[in-house]
């Protein structure tokens, strides 16, 4: 916060939830929320308005990234396994080798990664807890779902307590942007039992829901039949595998987690049931079109999601899964495998995005009353309204200007880049 208004100008400013405006400017009061979005012509500019120009660029409404595991941040490439069962098993033993100091740094590291790339806002998951305070810590804006396993239903009750201890614990760092959410992992790390009591404890505490669901294989086989990678593990661990002929999704749906707070991440193997259920209860869906194909769970069926009205955001899952983070990459290819337009894309990271985490009031728009979160891109200055749409799908964190976090200036592209030929500061920025 500057104690002062701001105003961006542009050559576009793009604010989603209204056409384009070329030659448009943003002005946002001393909180960091947004008073006006318009051509500059008719954006007012109040006594002592801080200014920034870009006429060569595009003012987006800062992107949100409806999944992350920023505790991950770091450990790129670090696993390598091709069946999905083994890299994750791989991947907890490489996280528990990281101190909870290790954990933190990592958890920082990715906040200001994803700022790097335009996002202001993310939905994390973790077990940690060290993402929410690194949220807390860096002013940022996010939910951090905070994650419980246990696989053995028998033992539900002693995890939910644990978990339920340790969420009183992390709701310390929640408050202003920064919330804290749930998380029972996903189907072949939870048991049906413990999937029903934490959304139970959730509702109870107010806290939104996000779960890995329909990721693989396995996890279909391990609920279907009992078969299948996952189900091996089980065994292995003594445990008796699901096999109750279910899908994942009705599954979860079994165990009354579905609603409008449950954000399902993934849904590459949901069939046309699956999406009906999903509509039914007002679910929506993180999608992670780049981490589904490392993983060769293949690719969820984008098309049938929109077709059936599901809000729906678009996620970078992380780095040990697709590195680096990229989230307008991720948004092209889901571009390519919805068969989307280039606005209807675009949307999947920033006003769908925030739709999907339930977060639509506050961000994922340039309108009044939300944030001052802005990502401003350069785009040149000859850009003109037939070809932005394309242009703005094609950009990606090389093109990036600046970052504008409620008004802070969170990342600045080193100079000479963000002073462009024609973009000039217009007044000191503090
Ligand atoms: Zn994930």
């Keep these: 916060m500057t104690g002062r208004h701001l105003r961006y100008t542009a050559g576009w ?27 500059a012509a008719s954006v007012p500019e109040p006594a002592g308005t801080l200014g920034r120009s870009f006429p060569s660029a595009a003012i987006l409404p800062g992107l949100v990234n409806t999944h992350t595991h920023l505790e991950l941040t770091g450990l790129d490439g670090e696993v390598q396994d091709d069946s999905f069962p083994e890299w994750i098993l791989h991947l907890v033993a490489v996280k528990r080798q990281r101190t909870p100091e290790a954990l933190r740094a990592a958890a920082r ?82 048991s049906g039992p413990l999937y029903r009591r934490a959304a139970q404890h959730a509702r109870a505490a107010g ?34 595998p699901v096999a109750e002929g279910v899908s994942p999704v009705a599954w979860l749906e079994r165990h009354g987690v579905l609603g409008p707070d449950a954000l399902c991440i993934h849904c590459v193997h949901a069939t046309e049931d699956d999406l009906l259920r999903l509509a039914a209860h007002g679910a929506a869906i993180a999608h992670c079109p780049r981490s589904n194909r490392r993983h060769g769970h293949g690719d969820a069926p984008l098309q049938a999601i929109r077709a059936r009205g599901l809000r729906v955001g678009v996620g970078t899952d992380s780095v040990a899964s697709v590195a680096p983070l990229d989230l307008l990459a991720e948004a092209r290819l889901a571009r390519r495998l919805g068969g989307l337009s ?71 592209a080193p100079p000479p880049r963000h002073n462009p030929p024609g973009d000039h500061l217009l007044g000191p920025m503090p």
């Design 342 to 412: 280039a606005w209807e894309s675009l949307d999947l990271v920033t006003r769908g995005a925030a739709e999907a985490v339930g977060l639509e009031r506050e961000v994922g728009s340039l309108a009044p009353g939300r944030w001052g979160d802005l990502a401003i891109f350069a785009v040149g200055a000859q850009l003109d309204e037939l070809r932005l749409p394309d242009a703005l799908t094609a950009l990606g964190p090389g093109e990036l200007l600046c970052t504008v976090l409620a008004g802070r200036e969170v990342w600045l």
């Design 207 to 240: 806290l939104p829901l996000a779960m890995h669901i329909a990721e693989s294989v396995a996890e279909g086989q391990l609920l279907a039949i009992g078969q299948g990678g996952f189900a091996t593990r089980w065994r292995e661990r003594g445990l008796d």
């Design 13 to 39: 400013v793009v604010p989603m939830a209204a056409a384009p405006v070329r030659d448009g400017a943003v002005l946002l009061d001393p909180s960091g929320r947004i008073l006006e979005v318009g051509p």
């Design 109 to 190: 590291q990715g906040v200001e990664d994803n700022w790097r790339m335009g996002v202001t806002t993310v939905a994390d998951t973790g077990d940690s807890g060290a993402v929410i305070e690194a949220l807390a810590d860096l002013g940022a804006s996010g939910i951090a779902y905070h994650e419980v396993f246990g696989p053995d239903p028998r033992l539900a009750d002693d995890c939910l307590r644990a978990w339920a201890a340790r969420l009183d614990e992390l709701a310390r760092f929640a408050g202003g942007r920064v919330r804290l959410g749930a998380s029972p992992h996903a189907p072949f790390t939870v």
